[in-house]
């Protein structure tokens, strides 16, 4: 079975920082991994996703995730955090036994942006 | 724009009561899903549906039931509510792999804004 793993509940950084919010996977086929970012009391937005095309994925936001199968990660970065940025963060990825139709998700890291 | 719409934001309810959470999508997407989110444990999926009349379960199916009598309709029951159910549930649709938006592509859930319910 897919799982996914964040590491660290709660990351806080300032305002022009460096975002790196990580997640690792584990998956006996090429996995399908998602990033979501889910604002105060909304469901949750697709920020990008990876299938197996180019391993440097660029999202929407200014955010983007690199694919590295030797380390089973998919850590999702951004250059310079922004107040806006402050939300939770999911990793996922498709599960098999859904015909990849459903996903696994990890338990979710929470930015703080420091002004 | 996908829509997908929840009937309620918030749902307070007591013990034993019959518990009905609606979820409507207006893109004609073919899967429907049900998760609970709570703290820590990120989302957790009860059930889903690749079609009409369809539904499969998920890891956490237990005291809750499924109705999809329509493609853009999919309703989460609660047959006894319990303080246990207590929780946020979202609902999510995305289109059939390989025949999704183009700019979107395969896989991608739409989600809803979520329906906070309170059993008390």
């Known amino acids: 079975a897919q799982s996914v793993t964040q590491l660290g509940s709660h990351v806080s950084v300032s305002e022009g920082a460096l975002v790196l919010l990580r997640c690792n996977y584990s998956?006996?086929?090429?996995?399908?991994l998602f990033w979501y970012v889910q604002y105060p009391n909304q469901g949750l937005q697709l920020l990008l996703k990876y299938t197996s095309a180019a391993t440097l994925v660029k999202g929407i936001n200014g955010f983007e995730a690199e694919f590295k199968k030797s380390e089973t990660s998919f850590h999702l970065t951004k250059p310079s955090a922004h107040m806006s940025d402050a939300a939770e963060y999911f990793c996922a990825v498709s599960r098999m036994d859904t015909g990849r139709r459903a996903l696994t998700f990890g338990s979710g890291t929470r930015l703080q942006v420091q002004p | 724009d996908v829509k997908v719409t929840q009937s309620s934001r918030y749902l307070v309810k007591r013990t034993g009561e019959k518990v009905f959470l609606e979820c409507v999508q207006d893109m004609d997407h073919e899967n429907m899903f049900w998760y609970r989110q709570d703290p820590g444990l990120g989302l957790r999926l009860i059930y889903f549906?690749?079609?009409?009349?369809?539904?499969e379960k998920g890891d956490i199916p237990e005291g809750y039931s499924v109705s999809r009598e329509k493609k853009e309709r999919f309703s989460l029951i609660l047959e006894s509510a319990s303080t246990n159910q207590t929780s946020m549930y979202l609902c999510a649709s995305s289109s059939t792999s390989g025949q999704g938006q183009s700019n979107t592509g395969a896989d991608t859930q739409y989600f809803g804004p979520g329906t906070r319910l309170t059993v008390l």
């Open positions: 549906s690749y079609d009409v009349k369809m539904k």
């Open positions: 998956s006996s086929v090429p996995p399908y």
